[in-house]
């Protein structure tokens, strides 16, 4: 298929045909770059998939590109938000203020929305505290998260203390850390982030007049990721299902982070395996074969570019992921604790030049890719370990 960009920016507003196209919305700091918001066009109104990071570049960027439609955003009949992580959620507040619009999201994601409003001050660094320190983390790393804790009176702030005076919410917390440790981060919603007033039921139509656009629940990235499927014909005939409006979940170069599912709420509350949550990673690869049977025309990411070819990119990120869980493996012939897997584990550059936030990130998905192997029955915790260590069987 054939995009052409309207005026503007380079690239920054793509066609792509059948009343559809993206804005490139920046991410600040961010090597990502940029989130791709979708636009559709329905009998009622333009809606939104997805809003991009709350930042004044980032809406200038959006109402720019809305106006090189011809749209303002009081036009915006709705928004779909795939996932609550904030380069796809951060607008929708100011998208809701400026148009009345609807916002919907997947009810486990707006669980999480809601708890980042309502937790305590100092909920989210405590319990970022208290993983890191049963993954085995070294004092050195934790340390700017117990000093962003301690706060300028030099008394620790306690996970469940309550004060209207100085109140944050958990993405002001993490900033703080974020700048005492030199880097943004980029995992919770902010509080101008809209509390969504529809939820996506998975399987159904979404209510879009002379649209058929309809939910496809995609966990593993966040416990509520959604897919987006477009099921009309591609307007240049490409042969296949409809369109997919990917989010996070299906990209054509890389493969999403998937670490555990966050709750503060549930910090203490740790398993067998000695962590918390689900199976984010089950989920995902799960999700991934699920999205393969779809047989669509093309896919619609979040990030980087439309791409065809869905089935054979799922068919390569589920090898991906089974050659890494093989990997780890042999990496566990010795007991691990998640952080030691970690440091051994390859990323995109060598550990030691990993900033500070994004080795927590990628702590968390050590322990995703554990949680799958102990619930395959191929590592296990090794008993009376503290941190605990886990081995192959």
């Not at 939104?48 to 955003?73: F, R």
């Not at 983390?137 to 306690?158: D, Q």
């Not at 995902?284 to 979040?302: C, F, I, K, Q």
Request: aromatic share 4%; glycine share 12%.
């Amino acid at each position: 298929m054939t995009q052409t960009a309207a005026s503007g920016p380079a690239g920054a507003v793509t066609e792509h045909g059948g009343g559809v196209w993206s804005l490139r919305v920046p991410i600040p700091d961010n090597p990502l770059g940029h989130t791709l918001v979708h636009v559709l066009d329905t009998d009622r109104g333009p809606v939104l998939i997805d809003t991009g990071w709350d930042d004044p570049a980032s809406w200038a960027e959006l109402t720019s590109g809305l106006a090189e439609l011809g749209i303002g955003v009081a036009d915006v009949h709705g928004v779909v938000v795939t996932h609550h992580h904030p380069d796809h959620h951060g607008l929708s507040g100011r998208v809701r203020e400026e148009s009345g619009a609807w916002i919907a999201m997947h009810a486990a994601d707006i669980a999480v929305v809601r708890r980042t409003r309502e937790s305590p001050p100092g909920s989210w660094l405590g319990y970022l505290d208290r993983k890191l320190t049963a993954a085995g983390a070294p004092e050195e790393h934790l340390a700017p998260l117990r000093a962003a804790l301690t706060g300028r009176t030099g008394r620790a702030v306690r996970a469940g203390q309550s004060s209207q005076a100085g109140r944050s919410s958990q993405a002001e917390q993490a900033g703080r850390a974020g700048r005492a440790t030199g880097e943004r981060t980029r995992t919770l919603p902010g509080e101008r982030a809209a509390l969504p007033d529809r939820e996506i039921v998975p399987g159904e139509l979404l209510a879009l007049p002379g649209r058929r656009l309809r939910a496809v629940w995609t966990p593993g990235h966040t416990p509520g990721h959604v897919c987006l499927h477009l099921e009309e014909d591609h307007p240049a005939g490409l042969p296949g299902h409809g369109r997919l409006f990917s989010g996070d979940h299906l990209l054509p170069g890389i493969s999403p982070h998937i670490g555990l599912y966050e709750d503060p709420d549930e910090a203490g509350a740790t398993t067998a395996d000695g962590t918390t949550g689900g199976d984010p990673l089950g989920d995902y690869l799960d999700s991934l074969a699920r999205v393969g049977r779809l047989g669509v025309a093309e896919v619609l990411p979040a990030h980087q570019h439309a791409f065809t070819d869905a089935a054979g990119r799922v068919r390569a990120l589920l090898a991906h992921h089974e050659e890494r869980l093989a990997g780890l493996l042999a990496l566990l012939a010795t007991p691990l604790t998640p952080w030691q897997l970690a440091e051994r584990m390859e990323w995109n550059r060598p550990w030691g030049r990993i900033p500070h936030g994004s080795r927590s990130i990628a702590v968390s998905e050590a322990q995703a890719h554990l949680r799958r192997l102990v619930r395959l029955g191929r590592a296990e915790p090794v008993a009376g370990t503290e941190p605990v260590a886990y081995v192959a069987v």
